[in-house]
DNA sequence: AGTGAGATGGCCT
DNA sequence: GGCCATCTCACTA
């Protein structure tokens, strides 16, 4: 178990989204610490993208901790009643990220069907772990953070990435079609199309 | 299985 | 005032 360092996120949004697949989620939001497994994330690039919330460098109160250094979280309210928890990747002032999809509860819980219920999208993700506004902005390297992302040695291989068009950005024009939405090949878990 | 609408409220123009 | 990086339920067929 090793939590990752900092510059784990520094690297180009895509390359960590999809090498975040397979790490494990510590979350510890309520006092009890869990731990999932990632298995779909999307990536989002910044302001050259479309549907990014910093396209052409809108800096909003929403999206200041976008700005921030990678690594750290990037919660957010939608629709008025769910969060969706993302990842800065980059340096200060590149405002990109990676959007945690869905996760897989480790350890599988007995009852498989019922837990495959809970976290297989970004809003009940965050509603099962109690992820909200006051999870934003935390440094998620260190291990004292409601939130951190470290790896145990599960291996992921480049075939069993898939990669196609993120979800729910029909708005963004061609970029709606932008192949970066990446799971985990015939997982359980993934969020439905 | 596929489509459509409602919930619900902060955020942005 | 309108728009959402969502989810659930009702309806059609």
């Not at 784990?8 to 510890?28: C, P, Q, R």
């Not at 769910?82 to 897989?104: G, W």
């Not at 951190?148 to 898939?162: A, L, R």
């Not at 979800?167 to 985990?184: H, K, S, T």
Request: hydrophobic share 35%; net charge positive.
């Amino acid at each position: 178990m090793k939590i990752l360092p900092q510059d784990f996120y520094f690297e180009d949004t895509t390359s960590v989204a999809k090498a975040l697949l397979g790490k494990s989620l510590h979350i510890n939001t309520t006092g009890t610490e869990y731990k999932a497994r990632i298995v779909e994330v999307e990536a989002y690039l910044g302001i050259t993208d479309p549907a990014c919330h910093t396209f052409e460098g809108r800096r909003t109160p929403r999206t200041t901790s976008m700005y921030l250094s990678g690594g750290h979280s990037y919660v957010y309210q939608i629709y008025g009643m769910y969060f969706c928890l993302n990842v800065v990747t980059r340096t200060e002032n590149h405002p990109e990220a990676v959007l945690i999809r869905a996760v897989e509860p480790l350890p599988l819980a007995a009852k498989f069907e019922k837990s495959q219920l809970v976290s297989n999208g970004p809003g009940k993700l965050c509603r099962h772990y109690a992820i909200n506004k006051e999870h934003n902005a935390l440094p998620m390297w260190h291990k004292k953070s409601a939130l951190y992302i470290s790896d145990d040695g599960f291996k992921v291989s480049k075939s069993q990435i898939v990669s196609r068009p993120r979800i729910g950005v029909d708005y963004a024009g061609e970029a709606a079609a932008w192949p970066l939405r990446f799971y985990l090949a015939d997982d359980k878990f993934v969020s439905k199309k």
